[in-house]
């Protein structure tokens, strides 16, 4: 047998036990889980890190051979969330 096939095969076997245990997790949780409260809040500050990390990445272009297109997916979630969030402000939870 090849090397290449067993090493292959056993990320294969791992990557399955991984998904399967998953399932039973999430399953699980699922049946305990109580329904909350979307926290708008929470998508403001994902936003907020996202858009720069992208906009970095993507003037990381003009100093590195990283593809522009690496940073584009970043900036838009960061756009997205920042939309969301900002949309929802009234909705967010007050931290003390």
């Given at each position: 047998?090849?090397?290449?096939?067993t090493?292959?095969?056993?990320?294969?076997?791992?990557?399955i036990?991984?998904?399967?245990?998953?399932?039973?997790?999430?399953?699980?949780?699922?049946?305990?889980?109580?329904?909350?409260?979307?926290?708008?809040?929470?998508?403001?500050?994902?936003?907020?890190?996202?858009?720069?990390?992208?906009?970095?990445?993507?003037?990381?272009?003009?100093?590195?051979?990283?593809?522009?297109?690496?940073?584009?997916?970043?900036?838009?979630?960061?756009?997205i969330?920042?939309?969301?969030?900002?949309?929802?402000?009234?909705?967010?939870?007050?931290?003390?």
């Amino acid at each position: 047998m090849n090397d290449t096939t067993t090493v292959m095969s056993l990320i294969l076997g791992i990557g399955i036990l991984v998904t399967l245990l998953m399932v039973v997790f999430l399953r699980k949780n699922k049946k305990e889980a109580k329904k909350g409260e979307t926290n708008y809040r929470a998508f403001f500050i994902m936003g907020a890190a996202f858009l720069p990390t992208g906009i970095a990445m993507m003037l990381a272009y003009f100093l590195t051979e990283l593809p522009f297109e690496i940073g584009l997916p970043l900036v838009a979630l960061g756009l997205i969330y920042l939309i969301i969030g900002l949309v929802n402000r009234d909705k967010w939870k007050k931290t003390t």
